[in-house]
């Protein structure tokens, strides 16, 4: 017997375990949808600027969604801190079940292997081969030498690099380089991976070549969140389009060509 809020006494509705467990079940589903969520979340520098503004947005699992705006608009401030590369000043962020927001320090090398990045200018060590470089994140989360081959191996033949594993990145040519730190974000087989600016540098063939590679990713399930000027390549793929101006969330939607 329980008590109603006016005191008058009512009977408990009883019912079944299985029932309560698959509407427990199904309220996890619904909570976990959304594999980034963002809630009112701004980022704040010394001296003031804020490099996003209250931000709220959700990206579920599965989907390839791209982020456009002039430069200084927010973009690569807002894959930092989904990466916790910089931590948010106001709002929750909440990315793969966790609320980085709380995240503790000890927790957030777990986080970032969850998650796979892709930066304009490669960040490759020029004194490591093609092999090293990719293996990198394997090796500081303390993989067996067996299996960090068997996944660098693995990721370079994804990319078609698999003949190159032996070379320095000097020796590569841009695109190819760019296809190393696509490899090495991979190679860890993250849910989500984020790119900022992968075409920047890269001719429109190349261009091309690189987004079909991410398109292959999100085919097997990998979650993509793409920053990047390349409006006509945007256009041209179709997908979800988020646009960022002065640090606030101005539009999103389809893109069209």
Do not use: W
């Not at 690569?76 to 000043?89: G, M, V, Y």
Request: a positive charge.
């Amino acid at each position: 017997m329980i008590f109603s809020r006016s005191g008058k006494r009512r009977h408990a509705t009883h019912r079944p375990r299985g029932q309560r467990m698959e509407e427990a079940a199904a309220a996890t589903v619904e909570q976990e949808s959304a594999l980034i969520r963002f809630d009112n979340v701004s980022k704040r520098y010394p001296g003031g600027h804020e490099g996003v503004s209250n931000i709220s947005l959700e990206i579920a699992a599965g989907e390839m969604v791209f982020l456009t705006g002039h430069s200084g608009a927010g973009k690569s401030t807002l894959l930092r801190l989904i990466a916790l590369l910089e931590r948010s000043t106001r709002g929750q962020l909440h990315v793969n079940g966790r609320n980085l927001t709380r995240l503790q320090r000890r927790d957030i090398p777990y986080h970032r292997r969850e998650v796979g990045v892709i930066f304009q200018d490669h960040c490759l060590l020029h004194d490591r081969t093609v092999f090293d470089n990719v293996a990198l994140p394997l090796v500081v989360s303390g993989l067996s030498h067996g299996e960090v081959g068997r996944r660098v191996r693995a990721a370079l033949d994804n990319v078609g690099l698999l003949q190159r594993e032996k070379s320095l990145p000097i020796t590569l040519s841009g695109g190819e380089q760019q296809r190393v730190g696509i490899a090495r974000a991979i190679v860890s087989k993250p849910p989500l991976v984020l790119a900022d600016e992968p075409t920047g540098n890269l001719d429109p063939e190349l261009s091309r070549e690189i987004m079909a590679l991410f398109e292959r990713f999100n085919q097997v399930g990998v979650t993509l969140l793409i920053a990047t000027h390349d409006l006509d390549l945007v256009r041209k793929l179709g997908k979800r389009t988020l646009v960022l101006a002065q640090g606030r969330l101005v539009d999103e939607g389809l893109a069209h060509g």
